[in-house]
Protein backbone atom coordinates (compact mmCIF):
# COMPACT_ATOMS: atom_id res chain seq x y z
CA UNK A 1 0.00 0.00 0.00
CA UNK A 2 2.81 2.18 0.70
CA UNK A 3 4.14 2.07 -2.98
CA UNK A 4 1.02 2.31 -3.98
CA UNK A 5 0.03 5.66 -2.13
CA UNK A 6 4.12 6.76 -3.37
CA UNK A 7 2.17 6.82 -6.53
CA UNK A 8 4.92 4.23 -7.75
CA UNK A 9 4.54 1.10 -10.24
CA UNK A 10 4.57 -2.48 -8.08
CA UNK A 11 5.34 -5.84 -9.03
CA UNK A 12 4.43 -7.89 -6.27
CA UNK A 13 3.59 -11.60 -5.58
CA UNK A 14 -0.22 -12.69 -5.37
CA UNK A 15 0.26 -14.18 -1.61
CA UNK A 16 -1.37 -12.22 1.54
CA UNK A 17 -3.54 -9.62 1.06
CA UNK A 18 -1.61 -8.47 -1.41
CA UNK A 19 -3.95 -9.19 -3.92
CA UNK A 20 -6.66 -7.23 -2.66
CA UNK A 21 -4.43 -4.08 -2.90
CA UNK A 22 -3.00 -4.95 -6.37
CA UNK A 23 -5.05 -5.43 -9.01
CA UNK A 24 -3.11 -7.39 -11.85
CA UNK A 25 -2.44 -4.79 -15.08
CA UNK A 26 -4.56 -2.17 -13.49
CA UNK A 27 -2.39 -0.94 -10.14
CA UNK A 28 0.72 -3.02 -10.91
CA UNK A 29 1.79 -6.85 -11.51
CA UNK A 30 0.76 -9.55 -9.85
CA UNK A 31 3.29 -13.08 -10.15
CA UNK A 32 3.43 -16.33 -7.99
CA UNK A 33 5.40 -16.36 -5.31
CA UNK A 34 8.77 -18.57 -5.83
CA UNK A 35 8.55 -17.96 -9.40
CA UNK A 36 11.88 -15.99 -10.49
CA UNK A 37 11.03 -16.13 -14.38
CA UNK A 38 7.91 -14.51 -13.58
CA UNK A 39 9.14 -11.47 -11.42
CA UNK A 40 11.87 -11.10 -14.05
CA UNK A 41 9.29 -10.88 -16.79
CA UNK A 42 7.08 -8.59 -14.96
CA UNK A 43 9.94 -6.69 -13.87
CA UNK A 44 10.68 -6.28 -17.60
CA UNK A 45 7.26 -5.75 -18.68
CA UNK A 46 7.17 -2.66 -16.43
CA UNK A 47 10.41 -1.30 -17.74
CA UNK A 48 9.87 -1.64 -20.88
CA UNK A 49 6.29 0.10 -20.97
CA UNK A 50 7.06 3.70 -19.14
CA UNK A 51 3.19 4.65 -20.12
CA UNK A 52 1.46 1.47 -18.86
CA UNK A 53 3.75 1.70 -15.29
CA UNK A 54 2.16 5.24 -14.91
CA UNK A 55 -0.84 4.28 -15.49
CA UNK A 56 -0.83 1.40 -12.89
CA UNK A 57 0.92 4.10 -10.63
CA UNK A 58 -1.73 6.53 -11.03
CA UNK A 59 -4.41 4.04 -10.46
CA UNK A 60 -3.17 2.78 -7.16
CA UNK A 61 -2.72 6.56 -5.76
CA UNK A 62 -6.54 6.69 -7.33
CA UNK A 63 -7.09 3.09 -4.80
CA UNK A 64 -5.17 4.14 -1.79
CA UNK A 65 -7.23 7.42 -1.89
CA UNK A 66 -9.97 5.74 -2.08
CA UNK A 67 -9.94 2.79 0.16
CA UNK A 68 -7.11 3.36 2.35
CA UNK A 69 -7.84 6.99 3.89
CA UNK A 70 -7.43 7.45 7.99
CA UNK A 71 -11.16 8.02 8.08
CA UNK A 72 -12.10 4.37 5.98
CA UNK A 73 -9.29 2.46 7.85
CA UNK A 74 -11.16 3.50 11.49
CA UNK A 75 -14.32 2.39 10.08
CA UNK A 76 -13.59 -0.73 9.69
CA UNK A 77 -11.91 -1.04 12.93
CA UNK A 78 -14.85 0.33 14.04
CA UNK A 79 -16.97 -2.46 12.48
CA UNK A 80 -14.68 -5.24 13.47
CA UNK A 81 -14.62 -3.98 16.87
CA UNK A 82 -18.04 -3.69 16.71
CA UNK A 83 -18.71 -7.61 15.41
CA UNK A 84 -16.45 -9.47 17.61
CA UNK A 85 -18.61 -7.40 20.82
CA UNK A 86 -21.72 -8.41 19.21
CA UNK A 87 -20.50 -12.04 19.70
CA UNK A 88 -20.84 -12.22 23.19
Given at each position: TQALAMKRPVVA???GSIPEQ???GETGY???RA????LAA???K?????????RMAENGRQRVQQYYTLSNMLDAT???YGALLGCF
Open positions: TNVIINLVENSDQAVMMLSDPDAAQERA
